[in-house]
């Protein structure tokens, strides 16, 4: 029988930076879900989780800064500023960087806005988000070790695998992952049209 004990063990951690940098939430909380289970070590997971939502975010400010004289991002910009929470991010950047991480509905927008409408710094930049990734892992790792223990008390009469109380939580973070590469796909294909 399928056991993935040992697949977790050998690639959980570089799954965890991955998935926290594709999809997020779903993945850091599943991440707390292994590490409750003893499958993955707490503080390489809550560093790989940080680690996967920092990359992720430098990666779009530094894109975002080093085409921000490109038509296209140029008009973008122009068609934000009409918005509050644009507005918003040039007033307050170093409160946007440090917030970014913990609203998930500006986690590309954000780093666009302050690489191409304000004047912070790339290691300023860094080192806030930095900050603000350490706490949101943190954060999440220990709601998915809570999860896992709830996950626990509600398969407690049943006799059943590890691996099964264990695939409901990664295959949940596998089909949100499968959902944000798909949305992803469909915005790239929508912008080349």
Known sequence: ??????????????????????????????????????????????????AGGWFSDFLIYNLARRYRDHPRTVRGVEA????????????????LALAIRFM??????GPVALATATEITPLRYA???????????????HIGQQASQVIAHVFKGFDLPEW?????PVLIVVILTGFAIRKWRRRVAGREV
């Not at 993935?4 to 939430?25: N, Y």
């Not at 934000?80 to 409160?95: D, E, G, H, S, V």
């Not at 080192?127 to 790792?141: D, H, K």
């Open 164 to 168: 099964v109380e264990i695939g409901i």
């Open 80 to 95: 934000a500023r009409k918005w509050r929470f644009f507005n918003m991010a040039i007033t307050y950047p170093m409160l």
């Open 127 to 141: 080192i806030l988000t930095g900050i603000a990734a350490f706490l949101w892992s943190f954060i999440l790792v």
């Open 1 to 50: 029988m399928f056991d993935p004990t040992s697949l977790i063990s050998q690639f959980g951690l570089l799954a965890v930076f991955g998935t926290a940098a594709i999809e997020g939430d779903a993945a850091v909380i599943t991440a707390g879900v292994l590490a409750q289970r003893g499958l993955l070590p707490l503080w390489p997971v809550i560093f790989a989780g940080m």
């Open 104 to 109: 998930p509905g500006v986690r590309t927008a």
